[in-house]
């Protein structure tokens, strides 16, 4: 069986409105339902479990019924940090789960996740045993001392990569490296790929797009009701 692990549990302090952005509306639909729409409709994906805010748990489950989002299997309350959420939406799995059952974990704001990155994600997981989704950096990159008022040395560009998510292992993998996490004092990593690394962990990567943004900020709210609007032309390969 083939989970998505949505992560909603920002209250959304950057974007400065009154609600948290994931359940700002665009397009007539909250953006988390945007984002669970892609993984309803791919049909790799059996199950989705959301983990958000306690006091919008109820209004997701009648989101979900108003927009026919029937893989929606499980809505659990977030934590403190984005990692004790994550963590509180496999320790529900793990009741209802094998170990050997995968677990694919995306940012609810990532909005605009294709059919593709899912399926590269799956791929690279089966290959390898786990899969990360990037996109190269193609910005000159500045490394600053001094909280970015300046800065003298650069990063070589060709050796950087970008995560997003999804986010692919198998429940165990998953259940091993928070129950390490746990015992090594390791609390508040800001990613899945981040606590793998810090467990000695090699990261495989899996396609991304610059289109797969995580809507954090106004601009990036506008860029993808754009993204929203536009096709690829034909004639580009």
């Not at 929606?72 to 939406?89: A, H, K, M, Y």
């Not at 996490?181 to 810090?198: D, E, F, Q, V, Y």
Request: aromatic share 8%.
């Amino acid at each position: 069986m083939t989970i998505a692990l949505l992560t909603a549990a920002g209250t959304g302090t950057r974007m400065g409105q009154d609600i948290p952005k994931q359940f700002m509306y665009v397009e007539d639909k909250p953006l988390i339902i945007h984002t669970m729409e892609a993984f309803q409709k791919h049909p790799a994906i059996d199950k989705i479990l959301v983990v958000t805010l306690p006091a919008w748990i109820e209004v997701l489950r009648a989101y979900a019924n108003q927009y026919n989002i029937s893989k929606l299997e499980w809505i659990v309350p977030g934590g403190e940090t984005g990692q004790e959420s994550i963590l509180n939406g496999l320790l529900e799995l793990k009741k209802h789960c094998s170990e050997d059952d995968i677990i694919m974990i995306h940012d609810g704001n990532r909005c605009n996740i294709s059919s593709e990155i899912i399926s590269d994600s799956l791929v690279t997981y089966k290959t390898y045993g786990g899969a990360v989704a990037v996109i190269p950096c193609v910005e000159v990159v500045y490394y600053s001392d001094d909280s970015g008022e300046s800065a003298q040395k650069t990063l070589p560009r060709e050796n950087l990569y970008r995560t997003q998510t999804p986010h692919t292992y198998s429940l165990g993998k998953l259940l091993w490296a928070h129950e390490q996490a746990k015992a090594k004092n390791i609390n508040n990593t800001a990613a899945t790929c981040g606590l793998m690394t810090s467990l000695g962990e090699t990261i495989h990567f899996s396609k991304g797009s610059e289109q797969n943004l995580k809507i954090t900020t106004v601009d990036d709210l506008m860029i993808f009701k754009a993204l929203l609007h536009t096709k690829k032309d034909n004639w580009l390969k």
